[in-house]
Nanobody
Framework: QVQLVESGGGLVQPGSSLRLSCAASGSSVSRYDTAWFRQAPGKEREFVATVRRSGTGGRIYYADSVKGRFTISRDNAKNTVTLQMNSLKPEDSAVYYC???????????????????WGQGTQVTVSS
């Protein structure tokens, strides 16, 4: 099994950038479809981005709300998955979670239920 630990959250002003990191242990992150989700108070957990596991072409998926602003990437050597967030908006404020799946149903790749492994989350607050 893989264990996931997020880091890099914080308080930033609108228009700023932030880089989140998800460190994996116990298994190689390249064996999993690895995603970022976020959850704001009173709202459901929301898909942000996924990078598919090695052997599938490493295709990347983004939510429409972050496309063009956020970039997900995987570093197999460091066993990490990173979310680079640019042009941050107040509505991006949420707890951000890293998640991993070894049994993905591609049509449901944006659904939290597809991911069996989760980190504890890191808070991102975008405010002036």
């Amino acid at each position: 099994q893989v264990q996931l630990v997020e880091s890099g959250g914080g308080l930033v002003q609108p228009g700023s950038s932030l880089r989140l990191s998800c460190a994996a242990s116990g298994s190689s992150v390249s064996r999993y479809d690895t995603a970022w989700f976020r959850q704001a108070p009173g709202k459901e957990r929301e898909f942000v981005a996924t990078v598919r596991r090695s052997g599938t072409g490493g295709r990347i998926y983004y939510a429409d709300s972050v496309k063009g602003r956020f970039t997900i990437s995987r570093d197999n050597a460091k066993n990490t998955v990173t979310l680079q967030m640019n042009s941050l908006k107040p509505e991006d404020s949420a707890v951000y979670y890293c998640a991993a799946s070894s049994t993905m149903i591609l049509s449901s790749i944006r659904m939290p239920s597809q991911y069996a492994y989760w980190g504890q989350g890191t808070q991102v607050t975008v405010s002036s």
